[in-house]
């Protein structure tokens, strides 16, 4: 009975539907088209004018309309209405949008972006969610926000994902897992971004970044800093600023690295840093000096990867510093208090540690260092560090990066050798270090030739003959400590055994001692070093060496007996006389005019005199020399027999001093001077 | 015969065009998006507020507690159950949670994925039909969700649906379901006979082009909401024409996207206006 009245006298029933299938297709949200929008009683609101596009009324459903399924009874989109973002109420004013729909008063509303025109997800090259065009590769987004699809002012998009992302399993990703817009900014969520809290989007930012987030709690974690730093930061930060925003922007930033501050274009590469790190900037107490190591000039000539450096970079202040890492190891703690740096922190990329890490990444021909006696790790320096104070980096202890002077000296503006200095903090004559007491060779000195070695100022220094780097050039290149020093290694520059290259390197005339019967080099000695110490000599003169006691009356005659003498090396070259008297004492040629002092030098009993002086072994005899003829040089060390033009003779009898003594007789007393006869005969 | 008939139609055919006044407006911005409401026996009005996650329980005096259950993330719809609890839908977890009358959780259905409850009724026999929104069917199924039969299948014409959304029953048993995109109401037995339809689609007064909330009173007279054109749609009877409600000076009350539609137990027709997220109370004279 029911289900016949119903039918009876329900009008509705059994009425056919007015509008066919196909016009309901369209006007199921057309409204605006169906047949009876011209009845006066319709109920569609007014909606013909409220949608424009380019400026003119579009046939584009509004919003109401969307939400009338979308409301949660046909498809269920409440979250999405009530997202934070892109809500129609957003002040657009300032972009140019074209081709895209828009609300009242030219407000974006869902159909700017959505149509149910576009091809299904599921179909091939089909839209996801029902999109006017693409966001895998941001298009959609861009079409609004041109001014933000320029590179190097925004953050890249189009880039591969990080591998170790941790952004939740919901975020966007693009092609071929690329960053796009909607990987930082996921629309018609309740919350605007993952991780934004506020004004704060550090933990955005460290998703993907995360090793750029160590810079919380370090003295660039600015925001901290202008709450611990007395009297706040010399600029002015808006309120709730986070870490990375206070030095980034990730719209509309300058430069590569997105700055969100004002870059000085003459800085160049290192604007980024000079900006605060000038004497008027944030970070003046750490201005930089324009001088030490250098920066901008310089390029690499070879791949650095542990700095991530490529052939042909530069050399800029991130090169060795990353200023997101205060402590590249972790582990010191942070205070945001402006502490002082260490060879382990200082927002470098690498410690300055017992390797060495940071400045043989590129100094690798330095590397040798580590294993050596100069390694900060050898006990030695523990008492020096505890001493000084000083940083105990491998490099950092002897080298100052950003001074004028790159050698850690005190007061180095009014030290005149540098390197001497330096040495001679831990190799000074003290009470506890006397190992270089005695003479040594002369320092200071005007080398007067170019060679290649360093000098201090063209001066003879430590480092001309040594490099502290490095042990030995031909044996014992890294070997450790505590090694006894030979010809071979002592941190000499250039090799000097067997062959004494070193010393020749200035001493070049002397090289007529090879191949001579004075050519007395060894497995640990080469010829030089046989008479000569470079240190602990006997005496300044020819830095000779300290020998056993030996007979000779003279400073000379002690030092040649010692071998020619019955138990020494040149036991079957012993003279039998060799006195002159000393009473009679001579003028030098050189002061006489005649020539040079070391054509017949004269001597005291233990130096030599450049004035008036007796006549000594060395007055005849030039023990580097077998012959003053170069035509008799001798190629061999054969023990030969020697006579007027040879044995180690300096200079032809006849240009000698002897005859304003000894008159015609010169040529005889010359002759056997050391003969005891027939010296006396003449 | 025709002329009885034609007086028959006569009667039934009038209605008494309520007059009808806004008494109440409840809660202005604290919801969002609020979709369904029931009230329950003891008068207290139920709003579901599922962007917010929760469901809203209000006095008479605007005052009202919120409910929060850990298996509840987006309740969708509500209906007072006959015990005196409450009965909850929601699409996201695929729950229906049943509430007994201290509004604890009773029993929680698991329901299938696939299944998109936008609506729940209890009906005799302890058993539920529940509104599967996206299968355009009705599931028929007893409290522990064991589906017993269906009722339904997509299409425009007979027993079918173009994404049901809301039901209802009267008195006398009969059951009422918003039929959103075909625009009508699907007049069903308890049983499952299909009885008819009320209203077509359309844009007119008489027609529906969005139907959402359905709720009947104990006199028969039932009410449905158009979203999108923002009317009411009030029917005296099943058989009688129907009207828009309107105020006495018979302008047309046009709400922001109004959704669930229930009877208080005074008389007063609680409407959710989703677009505003406020609760309505309506008088009807």
């Known amino acids: 009975m029911l289900a016949v009245s119903t039918l009876l006298f329900n009008p509705a029933l059994g009425q056919k539907i007015r509008s066919d299938k196909k016009e309901k297709k369209c006007v199921i949200c057309h409204a605006q088209w169906h047949v009876d929008r011209t009845q006066e009683d319709q109920l569609i609101p007014d909606i013909e004018t409220n949608i424009f596009l380019d400026g003119r009324p579009a046939m584009v459903s509004n919003e109401e309309m969307c939400l009338s399924c979308h409301d949660g009874y046909v498809l269920d989109s409440r979250e999405v209405f009530n997202s934070a973002n892109h809500r129609g109420d957003l002040d657009i004013s300032h972009l140019k949008i074209q081709g895209l729909p828009l609300g009242q008063d030219g407000k974006i509303y869902c159909g700017t972006c959505h149509t149910p025109h576009a091809l299904k997800p599921d179909q091939r090259g089909g839209l996801a969610p029902f999109l006017r065009e693409q966001v895998t590769n941001s298009t959609l987004c861009l079409d609004c926000h041109s001014n933000q699809a320029g590179d190097h002012k925004n953050h890249p998009i189009h880039v591969k994902q990080p591998a170790n992302h941790k952004l939740p399993e919901s975020a966007f990703f693009g092609d071929n897992n690329s960053v796009e817009c909607l990987t930082c900014h996921p629309l018609h969520r309740t919350q605007a971004a993952y991780g934004v809290e506020g004004n704060d989007r550090s933990e955005l930012c460290s998703a993907c970044h995360s090793d750029y987030f160590n810079i919380q709690l370090s003295d660039h974690d600015l925001p901290l800093v202008a709450e611990n730093k007395k009297g706040g930061l010399p600029f002015s930060m808006s309120t709730n600023q986070d870490v990375c925003a206070t030095c980034h922007s990730s719209h509309a930033g300058k430069g590569p690295a997105i700055w969100a501050m004002d870059l000085k274009p003459s800085d160049g590469g290192n604007a980024v840093c000079l900006g605060c790190h000038s004497v008027e900037g944030s970070g003046r107490e750490k201005a930089f000096k324009h001088a030490g190591h250098p920066v901008a000039d310089e390029q690499f000539a070879k791949d650095i990867p542990v700095l991530g450096i490529s052939a042909g970079d530069r050399i800029l202040c991130t090169t060795c510093h990353n200023p997101h890492q205060w402590d590249s190891t972790q582990s010191h703690q942070l205070s945001s208090a402006n502490e002082e740096g260490t060879e382990f922190t200082s927002f470098l990329r690498l410690p300055d540690d017992e390797t060495g890490q940071l400045c043989t990444a590129c100094h690798d021909n330095k590397r040798a260092i580590i294993q050596s006696d100069h390694s900060t790790t050898r006990a030695g320096f523990e008492q020096y560090f505890a001493k000084s104070g000083q940083v105990r980096g491998q490099c950092s202890v002897c080298h100052e990066t950003h001074a004028a002077v790159n050698l850690k000296v005190e007061n180095a503006a009014e030290v005149a050798d540098l390197s001497k200095t330096l040495c001679e903090s831990c190799h000074g004559i003290t009470k506890s270090n006397p190992s270089q007491a005695g003479f040594n060779h002369p320092l200071g000195e005007d080398l007067g030739i170019d060679f290649q070695l360093p000098t201090n100022g063209g001066q003879l220094t430590c480092i001309t003959c040594h490099d502290p780097h490095i042990w030995g050039t031909v044996q014992d290149t890294s070997l450790t400590k505590d090694l006894v020093a030979s010809d071979a290694n002592s941190f000499l520059r250039i090799a000097n055994w067997p062959e004494p290259q070193l010393c020749l390197t200035c001493h070049e005339d002397q090289n007529s001692i090879m191949m001579t019967d004075h050519d007395l080099g060894d497995d640990q000695q080469n010829a030089c070093s046989v008479c000569h110490s470079a240190h602990k000599a006997q005496g300044q003169y020819g830095i000779l060496s300290v020998w056993d006691e030996s007979a000779g009356n003279t400073y000379n005659e002690s030092f040649c007996f010692s071998c020619h003498q019955l138990e020494g090396r040149a036991a079957d070259k012993i003279p039998e006389a060799w006195t002159h008297p000393q009473k009679y004492r001579t003028i030098t040629p050189n002061l006489r005019g005649s020539g040079k002092w070391i054509d017949f030098p004269l001597f005291d009993h233990d130096k030599p005199n450049k004035t008036v002086g007796f006549i000594d072994c060395f007055t005849c005899h030039d023990p580097h020399t077998w012959s003053y003829n170069d035509l008799l040089a001798k190629q061999h060390t054969d023990n030969d027999e020697g006579d007027f033009m040879t044995s180690f003779l300096r200079n032809p009898s006849k240009q000698t001093l002897c005859t304003d003594c000894h008159g015609p007789n010169t040529l005889w007393k010359f002759k056997y001077y050391h003969d005891p006869q027939k010296r006396l005969r003449y | ?285």
Request: some cysteine; hydrophobic content about 40%; overall charge positive.
């Open chain 2, 1 to 285: 015969m025709k002329i009885l008939l034609i007086l028959l139609f006569l009667v039934f055919s009038l209605v008494a065009q309520p007059a009808a006044e806004i008494i109440y407006r409840f809660n202005k911005g604290q919801m969002n998006y609020p979709t369904d409401i029931a009230v329950l026996q003891d008068g207290r009005i139920c709003v579901a507020d599922g962007v917010n996650g929760r469901v809203l329980v209000f006095k008479k005096s605007g005052k009202f507690k919120e409910l929060r259950f850990p298996a509840m993330q987006r309740p969708l719809g509500l209906a007072a159950d006959l015990n005196g609890g409450l009965l909850i839908t929601d699409t996201q977890a695929d729950v229906i949670i049943l509430l007994n009358r201290k509004l604890k959780v009773n029993s929680i259905i698991q329901l299938l994925k696939v299944v998109d409850a936008t609506d729940v009724l209890p009906v005799s026999g302890d058993m539920l039909w529940v509104v599967d929104n996206d299968g355009h069917r009705i599931l028929i199924m007893d409290r522990q969700g064991n589906i017993e039969s269906e009722v339904g299948r997509k299409g425009s014409s007979g027993p079918t649906f173009n994404y049901p959304a809301s039901i209802a029953q009267d008195s006398k048993g009969q059951i009422f379901i918003t039929d959103v995109l075909n625009g009508r109401v699907q007049l069903f037995s308890e049983y499952g006979s299909y009885y008819g339809q009320v209203a077509k689609w359309g844009i007119t007064p008489g027609s529906m082009y969005r139907p959402k909330g359905v709720a009947v009173n104990e006199n028969g007279a039932f009410v449905v909401t158009d979203s999108f054109t923002g009317v009411i749609h009030y029917y005296q009877s099943q058989s009688s024409k129907g009207a828009l409600l309107s105020t006495r000076e018979h302008e047309l009350i046009r709400l922001k996207n109004p959704l669930g539609v229930a009877w208080g137990n005074d008389g007063i027709l609680w409407v959710v206006e989703s677009g505003s997220g406020d609760l309505l109370g309506v008088k009807l004279n």
